[in-house]
């Protein structure tokens, strides 16, 4: 009878001190991404020298905190969270990576930083969207250039059967068509 006692007394010391170290990780991960989303640079290194996880996740709309610092163009920020681990492949509940982010946002800075750092140059996104694509709907010739240049696959298309040439012809962009045609692209 002590012994079931014992038994069941360790067990919810166990569990309790177990709750007690979840709540720990979470309060530190939620302050860490508090602290992303006010670019608060000297909270996000003490996080991150205590051992934070960077690649946490935000618990509404699933994205990561690199991909927070993509949205709002603070490219040495992004590069100090991918030199402490931060992966450049997560994707948020849209399924947009960074590098599609970026691309999208004409970022050269960034998409030149995410690629150093091995972000998949074709992942899409829920929409079938590349980053190539992305920042072909956005208008941006540099960017397109530079992940041609990386080896970002002009043939993929996005879920509506268009390839980055199409839909370069259907915004009548004629420098990024051009782009598209001299890497390889046809019609």
Do not use: C
């Not at 177990?18 to 003490?46: C, G, H, P």
């Not at 930083?113 to 140059?121: E, M, P, V």
């Amino acid at each position: 009878m002590r012994f079931i006692k014992f038994i069941g007394i360790l067990l919810i010391v166990t569990v309790f001190g177990l709750t007690s170290v979840q709540a720990q990780s979470f309060s530190a991960s939620y302050k860490f991404l508090k602290a992303v989303k006010e670019v608060n640079y000297r909270d996000i290194k003490m996080a991150i020298e205590k051992g934070v996880n960077v690649n946490t996740r935000d618990y509404d709309d699933k994205t990561t905190a690199l991909i927070m610092v993509t949205r709002i163009k603070d490219a040495p920020l992004a590069q100090y969270l991918l030199k402490n681990g931060a992966k450049p492949n997560l994707y948020g509940k849209d399924g947009k990576t960074s590098l599609v982010i970026a691309a999208g946002n004409g970022d050269r800075t960034t998409v030149a930083l995410l690629i150093k750092f091995k972000a998949d140059l074709d992942m899409a996104d829920n929409n079938g969207t590349t980053p190539l694509i992305a920042a072909v709907l956005a208008r941006k010739d540099q960017i397109v250039k530079l992940l041609l240049e990386s080896g970002a696959d002009y043939d993929l298309e996005d879920y509506s059967g268009r390839s980055p040439l199409q839909h370069a012809i259907e915004t009548r962009r004629r420098r990024i068509e051009k782009t598209l045609k001299e890497a390889g692209a046809v019609h």
